[in-house]
């Protein structure tokens, strides 16, 4: 099955700086690469997503690029606010689920 | 639109007990899928409903069992519940892009 392995597992920036979360996964026929946000006591919420025909997808503040021969995508985020801090999570499809990382803890300090 | 809806928020049982939990997918969402999230873990697969059949089942055992009705909203349940058990407990659902996650039942076994 797909494997997801996320980098790194906590990150501490200053407000404004620039935030960068990697995931790597083993299939390369997966073609679908969503990212989550999950706040203290909620579940999931889906930030962004790309599909392997594309190498980098923008959404305000947020991008993901994808490196297909690599395997590996990224979470960019902007100009970060305190409002960024969460657990982030990649996944990748195995079948009709999805694989998850093991989160990322962002913490954006004024 | 209400998104994900899932009851109840919090459940506490004992160690042995059978628990039901429910959710009701997106309006427009005919897949509904199980996961379950550990502390400080991502989401582990539990399994996915389609036209009310198990399409696909992650590493659990057979103590957990789902049921998906005509109006697409589903039931999992989990019989001799074990102390591993406590988890959060996420419902899912999906239509053929996106999945989107309810808030979770906080399950607690003692």
């Known amino acids: ?110 | 639109d209400a998104g994900v809806t899932q009851s109840p928020t919090h459940l506490i049982k004992t160690r042995g007990q059978q628990v039901t939990l429910r959710c009701s997918p997106k309006s427009g969402h005919d897949t509904v899928s199980w996961y379950q999230q550990a502390l400080g873990q991502g989401p582990q697969f539990i399994f996915q409903y389609y036209e009310e059949e198990e399409r696909q089942r992650g590493n659990f055992p057979d103590r957990f069992s789902g049921h998906q009705f005509p109006n697409y909203s589903s039931e999992l349940n989990v019989n001799a519940l074990l102390l591993g058990d406590s988890a959060l407990y996420l419902c899912a659902s999906s239509d053929r892009t996106s999945l989107i996650f309810g808030p979770g039942t906080r399950l607690t076994v003692t």
Do not use: M
């Open chain 1, 1 to 110: 099955g797909e494997n997801v392995e996320q980098h790194p597992s906590t990150l501490s920036v200053q407000e404004g700086d620039s935030a960068v979360i990697k995931c790597t996964y083993s299939d390369s026929a997966s073609n679908y690469f969503p990212w989550y946000k999950q706040e203290l006591g909620k579940g999931p919420q889906l930030i962004i997503d790309i599909r392997s025909n594309v190498g980098e997808k923008k959404d305000q503040r947020i991008a993901v690029t994808l490196n297909k021969t690599a395997k590996h995508f990224s979470l960019h985020i902007t100009e970060t606010q305190p409002e960024d801090s969460a657990v982030y999570f990649c996944a990748a499809p195995s079948g009709y689920a999805l694989n998850f990382g093991k989160g990322t803890s962002l913490l954006v300090t004024p």
